[in-house]
C-alpha cells in the first residue's frame, strides 16, 4: 500500500492512497479516516485496516472512484509523517562510509563494524516530492544523498532485533542535502554534521508499506535499484540490498534505554555513490546550483524530485 499526505484544494493537510498509480483522496472517501499522518499515526493498526478496506474497493469497481481521483501532477505533497518527528540518520552503507572516509585520508574504524551508528537531524526542514529546496546562502558546495528511510509505526523501548520490523509502518524516499564545504570543517571538531545538515532533508513521497516488498528480501535489505538523476541525467545507481546493518539492526540501537514513537524517522544513510560527493563535482556537472532538478528513485517506492532553488 502507497500512502501519501498532501495539500487539498483549500490548502489543508489530507491524506491520500496510489493506487495502481492513481491518487486518490482518502477524507473524501471515509468520514472515520483522519485527514493527516498524525492522525494515521495516533491509530495506526485500526486505520490501515480501513485503509486495507478502501484500496479493494477501488480495486474492485474503480468506475465508481474516478470523481475522487486527484491529479498527481498538480497536487502539492507533504512529507509522510508526522509534525515534528525525532529524526535520526544512520550510516548503514559500508561503500559510502569507506568513500568518504577515504576523501579525509581516514580508514574505516573498527567501531563502525561494532554497532550501527547515526546523527540526528532536523525534523522541521522535511521538504515532501516535487517542492523547491532553497540553497543555503552559507554553501558553495550542495549535494544530495540518496537513503531510505523508514517510518516507526507505534511506541517502543529497547526493541530486539526480532521484532523491530513489526514497529516499521513503511518505507519512503529520503534525500539528505549537505553542504559539504560547511561538513568538512565541522568533521575537525569531531563532533559530527550539523549546521551542514541544518537546512532541509527530502522525503516523500510515498509512505509505502512493508507488504510492497514481500518476495524481494536480500541479505540486509531488499533486492531494490536506487538510483539518482541530476537534470535528467543519471549520475548514481545502487541497491538497497547492499545494506551493511538491517533497519531491524538501526532501530533496536536506536530504542536501547529510549522510546521510539510513531511517525519517527530512520534513514539509513547514503548507498554506495549516492552522492556528488562520493562521485566527484567534475563527473556530475559540478553542486548542486539554483535551478538543478534531481530525482531519486528507489525501485518499489517510486520518485522523490526537488528543484533547487
Not at 208 to 235: C, I, L, Q, S, W
Request: glycine residues 8%; aromatic residues 10%; charged residues 25%.
Amino acid at each position: 500500500m502507497k500512502i501519501a499526505q498532501l495539500k487539498n484544494d483549500k490548502g489543508a493537510p489530507a491524506l491520500a492512497l496510489n493506487v495502481r498509480d492513481t491518487l486518490y483522496e482518502v477524507s473524501a472517501l471515509s468520514e472515520v479516516m483522519p485527514s493527516d499522518m498524525d492522525g494515521l499515526f495516533a491509530r495506526w493498526d485500526d486505520n490501515m485496516v480501513i485503509l486495507a478496506e478502501l484500496q479493494n474497493r477501488i480495486l474492485s469497481r474503480p468506475d465508481e472512484y474516478a470523481g475522487y481521483v486527484l491529479n498527481m501532477d498538480t497536487t502539492t505533497f507533504l512529507p509522510p509523517t508526522v509534525t515534528r518527528p525525532v529524526f535520526r540518520d544512520f550510516y548503514a552503507f559500508l561503500q559510502h562510509v569507506k568513500a568518504a572516509r577515504a576523501l579525509r585520508g581516514l580508514p574505516v574504524v573498527d567501531e563502525w563494524y561494532a554497532f550501527p551508528v547515526f546523527y540526528f537531524s532536523n525534523p522541521n526542514v522535511f521538504y515532501g516530492h516535487n517542492t523547491d529546496v532553497p540553497r543555503p546562502s552559507y554553501t558553495s558546495a550542495l549535494d544530495f544523498e540518496l537513503e531510505i528511510a523508514c517510518i516507526i509505526a507505534r511506541e517502543g523501548r529497547d526493541i530486539p532485533v526480532d521484532r523491530a520490523m513489526d514497529y516499521i509502518a513503511g518505507y519512503t524516499i529520503l534525500n539528505d542535502f549537505s553542504a559539504r564545504d560547511i561538513q568538512k570543517e565541522e568533521m575537525r571538531v569531531g563532533l559530527g554534521p550539523a549546521k551542514s545538515k541544518d537546512f532541509a532533508s527530502g522525503l516523500g513521497p510515498w509512505l509505502v508499506t512493508p507488504d510492497a516488498f514481500a518476495g524481494h528480501g536480500k541479505e540486509k535489505g531488499y533486492n531494490a535499484v536506487m538510483t539518482a538523476r541530476k537534470n535528467g541525467k543519471e549520475v548514481s545507481r545502487g541497491n538497497w540490498a547492499d545494506i551493511h546493518y538491517s533497519f531491524a539492526e538501526m532501530i533496536a540501537r536506536a530504542s536501547q534505554s529510549v522510546t521510539l514513537y510513531p511517525g519517527d524517522v530512520v534513514g539509513s544513510g547514503t548507498v554506495g555513490t549516492g552522492c556528488i560527493l562520493e562521485l566527484r563535482p567534475e563527473n556530475t556537472d559540478g553542486w548542486l546550483e539554483p535551478g538543478d532538478i534531481i530525482e531519486l528513485e528507489i525501485e518499489h517506492i517510486g520518485c522523490l524530485r526537488h528543484r533547487i532553488r
